[in-house]
């Protein structure tokens, strides 16, 4: 009997050992699925407390500053998502501060710094016009070396963006360019600014006005889809 039980319990250990194994492989290979897990993203919400960026004339409570938070937040979560993601997200801003384009590059830089590791900068944020038809997306950056395969790989994410419902197909572009922002030039690690829409596009009750300001933060989602996409496929390169 004694020698029966302990070939029972023999059994039922292997057998847990061998579900251990399995189920950890399998959290292992699903997290192995994005090229994001290890990476280590700065995000950078454009604009903030004084400083508020572009707004929409036609609706007034769309304010660029407000606007760039909620997407980088929603990025965040996409980003860190164990699953899809994997990704160390590290932000300057979580509120509703003013902070300088250089104070930026520095919180990016003491994050770099103090964790060590591959690291790139997204600044999110929403373009403006005077005039409402014009409506496209861009990134741009600083140093060329560092910076513009970020930038471009970037880039053609946003370019899959869907248009506004006053055009068709995908949203138009503008080719990146360089741009002499503190946040590009005095950040160590490859960065870019992300342009993504223009907040002030509306043209006969549509466009991207009605769309940030239509309370489901559907188009705050596909902005950040799109980054999230173009960081993927920059960790991939």
């Known amino acids: ?27 292992d290979t699903h997290a192995a699925t ?24 036609t609706y007034p409570s769309l304010v660029e500053k407000n606007q760039n938070l909620e997407v980088a937040l929603k990025l965040k979560t996409l980003l860190e998502d164990p699953v899809s993601g994997g990704a160390e997200v590290y932000m300057t801003r979580t509120d509703d501060s003013y902070l300088t384009n250089t104070q930026r590059a520095n919180n990016a830089n003491d994050f770099k710094a103090t964790f060590p590791g591959d690291y790139v900068l997204v600044s999110v944020h929403m373009n403006g016009s005077s005039n409402p038809a014009i409506d496209y997306t861009t990134t741009l950056y600083g140093k060329p070396r560092k910076d ?3 930038a471009n790989t ?34 160590d690690m490859p960065a870019t600014i992300a342009e993504t829409v223009f907040i002030t596009n509306v043209v006969k009750n549509v466009g991207e006005g009605v769309l940030l300001s239509d309370g489901t933060g559907t188009r705050q989602q596909q902005i950040a889809e799109a980054l999230k996409a173009g960081l993927e496929s920059y960790f991939l390169k």
Do not use: W
């Open 148 to 150: 513009k395969a970020l």
């Open 154 to 187: 970037v880039f053609g994410s946003l370019s899959d963006l869907p248009a506004a419902p006053n055009a068709t197909g995908t949203i138009a572009t503008r080719t990146p360019y360089q741009f002499a922002s503190g946040v590009l030039l005095k950040s």
């Open 34 to 57: 994005s090229a994001l897990v290890g990476k280590k993203v700065v995000i950078d919400p454009g604009h903030g407390g004084t400083d508020s960026g572009a707004q929409n004339s």
């Open 1 to 27: 009997m004694r020698r029966t039980a302990l070939l029972i319990c023999a059994a039922m250990a292997a057998l847990v050992l061998t579900s251990v194994t399995f189920f950890g492989a399998q959290e």
